[in-house]
C-alpha cells in the first residue's frame, strides 16, 4: 500500500498517542490490540450497533453461532464484556429463524432495536421490531415483520436496518439494505412514526454502488448515519467484489441526498491482519473529543470486531 511520506509522519504520531495501527487514510487509526470482540470460544460476532448510555457503551451484536443478538458492555470502547443473548431466533418462524444486523437507539427510557430475521432455506431477509425497559430483555412488538422486499431494487430481502429519532420532525428515521440476501446491493430510506408502519421513500434507493470507483464497483450496502451539528454523516460499507470489502464515508444535508469524502475508503484491510480479506459494517459515535468506529473484519471464515479511531471533530476535510 501507497502512503505519502506526510500521511506516514502524522500517523506515526497519532499512533504514539493513542497506540493505533496506521490505516493508510488520514486522520483514521487502528488500535493495536485489534480486534476487540470475538474469536477464539465466541466464534464469529459480526455486524453491530453501539449505543452511549450515560458513561457505559453497549454493544449489540450478530453472534453466529447462537444464532441470535448478543449484548457486550464497555467504559471505553476497547475493553467489551462477555456478549449475553438478549434476542434469539425463532426455529418455527418462516422468516425469523435466524436474528442479526441489529439497530438499536434509547427513546424515553426505552431501548427499540430494530434488527433483521432471516429464513436461510428460502433465502429471504425481513426487518422486526422489539423494545426493552432495561436493554437486556426484548419482547417483540409483533411476530410478523414491520418491513419486508416490496420494490424491484429489494429483490428478495431487506436487512441491516438502522435507525434514528428525529425530534424536530417527530419521526423516526430508517437507512436500511436491500437485495439479495447473502450481501444487499443498495440502501434505502423510510420514516415512521410509530417504528411499525414505514413508509418509504419513493425515489430509494437512496445510494448505491458507483462503479467509477473500483473499490466499491460491485455494491455498496449497511450503513450507519449519524447527525454531528447540521450534518448527517454516513459510514458505509463498499464492496469490490461480493468478498472484499472496505468502509467510506459520505456526508448529507438532508439524509438523502449524499456527498462521498474525497479520501474513500477510509478503513481497508491490513495485509496479514486479522482483518486482512475484508472490513465492513461501521459504526461510528464522536465522544466529544474523538471518532470510535467499530468494524467487522474478517479472515477467511473468521469474523470479528476492531476499533479505528479519529482524533478531533472534524472527518470531511
Request: proline letters at 5%; aromatic letters at 12%.
Amino acid at each position: 500500500m501507497h502512503i505519502t511520506n506526510f500521511i506516514a509522519m502524522t500517523s506515526l504520531a497519532l499512533c504514539a498517542a493513542c497506540t493505533c495501527q496506521d490505516t493508510g487514510k488520514p486522520g483514521w487509526v487502528k488500535y493495536d490490540k485489534n480486534p476487540v470482540l470475538g474469536g477464539g470460544d465466541l466464534g464469529t460476532i459480526f455486524d453491530i450497533a453501539v449505543l452511549k448510555d450515560g458513561d457505559e457503551y453497549e454493544m449489540y451484536s450478530s453472534w453466529r453461532p447462537k444464532k441470535g443478538i448478543a449484548l457486550s458492555r464497555s467504559k471505553d470502547g476497547k475493553t467489551w464484556t462477555q456478549p449475553e443473548l438478549v434476542l434469539n431466533g425463532i426455529p418455527e418462524s418462516d422468516w425469523e429463524i435466524l436474528v442479526n444486523r441489529p439497530g438499536i437507539l434509547k427513546k424515553d427510557g426505552i431501548w427499540h432495536m430494530w434488527y433483521t430475521g432471516q429464513n436461510q432455506k428460502k433465502k429471504i431477509s425481513k426487518i422486526g421490531y422489539a423494545t426493552s425497559t432495561d436493554g437486556v430483555h426484548f419482547k417483540r412488538v409483533s411476530d410478523k415483520p414491520v418491513m419486508e422486499a416490496e420494490a424491484d431494487w429489494e429483490k428478495p430481502s431487506v436487512m441491516c436496518p438502522h435507525v434514528v429519532w428525529d425530534d424536530s420532525e417527530k419521526i423516526f428515521k430508517m437507512w436500511y439494505s436491500g437485495g439479495e440476501n447473502y450481501e444487499p446491493n443498495a440502501i434505502g430510506y423510510a420514516t415512521s412514526k410509530d417504528g411499525i408502519n414505514w413508509k418509504k421513500y419513493p425515489a430509494n434507493p437512496i445510494f448505491k454502488n458507483n462503479p467509477d470507483f473500483k473499490w466499491e464497483q460491485e455494491r455498496t450496502t449497511a450503513c450507519q448515519v449519524t447527525k454531528h451539528k447540521d450534518t448527517w454523516y454516513m459510514f458505509y460499507i463498499g464492496f469490490e467484489d461480493v468478498h472484499t470489502a472496505r468502509i467510506g464515508l459520505a456526508r448529507s444535508k438532508d439524509g438523502i441526498v449524499w456527498e462521498r469524502y474525497k479520501n474513500n475508503p477510509i478503513i481497508e484491510p491490513t495485509p496479514g491482519g486479522w482483518d486482512s480479506d475484508a472490513t465492513y459494517k461501521p459504526f461510528a459515535i464522536f465522544d466529544g473529543e474523538k471518532w470510535l468506529l467499530w468494524y467487522n473484519g474478517r479472515t477467511k471464515h473468521l469474523e470479528r470486531i476492531g476499533l479505528a479511531i479519529h482524533e478531533g471533530e472534524e472527518i470531511f476535510e
